[in-house]
C-alpha cells in the first residue's frame, strides 16, 4: 500500500492534511456556503493517512468523481445547474481510491 510505505513522521502527517484541507478551505474563504466544513476536516484527516501527494491525488480523484456525477445528473436532467451537490461521498470514494 502506498500510504503504508512512507514514513509516518510528523511533518508528513501535517504537510498531508494541510495540502487536503487549505485548497478546500481557500473554496470556503472566497464563497461561503460552496464547501462545508466536513469537507475540509475529512481531507485534513485524509491527509494525514496518505501524505501530500496521496491526498491530492484523493482530490483529485474525488472532484472527478463529482464532475462525472453533475454530468449524469445534467444530461438526465434529474438536477439543474444551481442545485446543490453533496461532495463528501466523491471525496471518500477519492480517498478509498488513493488508498489502495
Do not use: N
Not at 491527509?47 to 491526498?55: A, F, N, Q, Y
Not at 464532475?67 to 463528501?88: S, V
Request: aromatic share 8%.
Amino acid at each position: 500500500l502506498y500510504a503504508m510505505s512512507q514514513p509516518m513522521h510528523v511533518a508528513f502527517r501535517v504537510t498531508g492534511a494541510l495540502a487536503g484541507a487549505a485548497p478546500l478551505l481557500l473554496v470556503a474563504l472566497i464563497r461561503p456556503g460552496a464547501m462545508g466544513g466536513g469537507d475540509i476536516k475529512l481531507m485534513a484527516a485524509g491527509g494525514c493517512l496518505l501524505g501530500p501527494e496521496g491526498v491530492l491525488r484523493a482530490l483529485a480523484l474525488g472532484f472527478g468523481i463529482a464532475g462525472a456525477q453533475c454530468a449524469y445528473l445534467l444530461a438526465t436532467r434529474r438536477a439543474g445547474p444551481r442545485d446543490a451537490l453533496a461532495l463528501g461521498p466523491a471525496l471518500c470514494m477519492g480517498l478509498w481510491l488513493a488508498f489502495f
